[in-house]
């Protein structure tokens, strides 16, 4: 079954689920997304960062031209990453990720993170202390490029990541603005639920795309001792109550919450039960519990850049 779409402020519908391909080896993640097309995957969120835009595109062109799928039923994501927020690297960097990815343009192309870093062939440049070099750009000359994006045809949509409540603030009131962010791809699971930057976003008319929505097990930094979404207990009750995963109740529970979730799986079987979530639902209550697990711990803190004048997460939403 295919997903349903929600509509974006700029009237383009955007698949409620899709793939992350974050951490989805180049050796790997070819045949999954060809798989996940032919399961119904329509949306598929990458990023420069990935470092697998290309084997993406592979996928996505020969899907193309065995006709599974159409170019304008797939919704394409991807992320300028923090080395190109210079206005006058943006086209380059936007450039480079549609020749990868084989498109002649994206539906959605994000700035990945607020920070902007020093330009170069580094993509996290850290001192000798290991913090994070950063470039003094400001994220609203980068938006100013992002904007000629679109008018340049190369992308349908532009929007952000990991952006807080007073960044969206400081893209929203800057004079001349020609184009509103679409979306805001935040983390967002039951243990960072962002009920106050979910409601602004929505507000403005924003949308949400929910990442590392399963907790992000697989994380390079994890440590022993930190939270554990899949295996948690109260998760795993409600699923057996619908004779469901604890993968597809996360899941649904962003899904329910208007927002767009993005779980990453290389593995075909998994890639499938993440799709199976539109054949139940959650009570209003189950909704509430799941709420009430807040206790807002991040998957992807980015500690390296905390020092950033941009870091995001050091604001209350
Ligand atoms: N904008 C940003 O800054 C940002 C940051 C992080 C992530 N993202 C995006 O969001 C996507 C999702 O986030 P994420 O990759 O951090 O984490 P996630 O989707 O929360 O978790 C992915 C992990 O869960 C496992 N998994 C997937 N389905 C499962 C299932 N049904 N049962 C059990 N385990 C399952 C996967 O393992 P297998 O692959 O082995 O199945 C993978 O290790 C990323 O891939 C990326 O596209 C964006």
Redesign the pocket.
């Known amino acids: 079954m295919a997903s349903p779409c929600l509509e974006l402020s700029n009237k383009m519908k955007m698949p409620v689920l899709g793939?992350?391909?974050?951490?989805?080896p180049p050796g790997k993640v070819e045949e999954v997304v060809k798989f996940a097309i032919d399961a119904g995957y329509r949306l598929f969120?990458?990023?420069y960062l990935?470092r697998n835009e290309n084997e993406i595109g592979n996928a996505i062109q020969q899907k193309i031209k065995e006709g599974a799928v159409k170019r304008q039923d797939l919704f394409i994501v991807t992320?300028l990453w923090n080395t190109f927020h210079e206005r006058s690297l943006v086209k380059e960097a936007c450039k480079k990720s549609l020749a990868a990815l084989k498109l002649d343009y994206l539906d959605l192309y994000?700035i990945?993170?607020p920070m902007g870093y020093k330009a170069g062939e580094e993509l996290s440049p850290v001192d000798d202390k290991g913090m994070i070099i950063p470039s003094d750009t400001d994220f609203l000359d980068t938006w100013e490029a992002m904007e000629e994006l679109v008018d340049a045809g190369l992308v349908k949509a532009i929007g952000i990541?990991?952006f807080n409540h007073e960044q969206i603030e400081r893209i929203l009131n800057k004079p001349g603005l020609k184009y509103k962010p679409v979306n805001n791809?935040?983390?967002c699971?039951p243990y960072l639920t962002q009920e106050k930057l979910i409601k602004y976003c929505q507000s403005k008319g924003i949308a949400v795309t929910a990442?590392?929505?399963?907790?992000?097990?697989?994380?390079p930094w994890a440590k022993p001792g930190e939270p554990m979404?899949?295996e948690d207990p109260k998760i795993k009750e409600i699923a057996a109550r619908h004779n469901k995963?604890?993968?597809?109740v996360?899941i649904r529970f962003l899904i329910q919450r208007n927002v767009i979730v993005?779980?990453?799986?290389?593995?075909p079987q998994?890639?499938e039960?993440?799709m199976k979530v539109f054949d139940f639902e959650l009570s209003k209550k189950e909704m509430d519990v799941i709420l009430s697990f807040n206790r807002n711990w991040r998957?992807?803190p980015v500690l390296q850049a905390v020092n950033h004048k941009d870091y995001p997460f050091k604001a209350d939403y």
């Open positions: 793939l992350g391909t974050w951490q989805a969120d990458c990023a990935y992320k994000l990945h993170f990541s990991n791809q935040i983390e699971h990442y590392s929505p399963l907790g992000s097990p697989n994380r979404l899949l995963t604890p993968a597809q996360l993005i779980p990453k799986s290389d593995k998994r890639v039960e993440n998957a992807v």
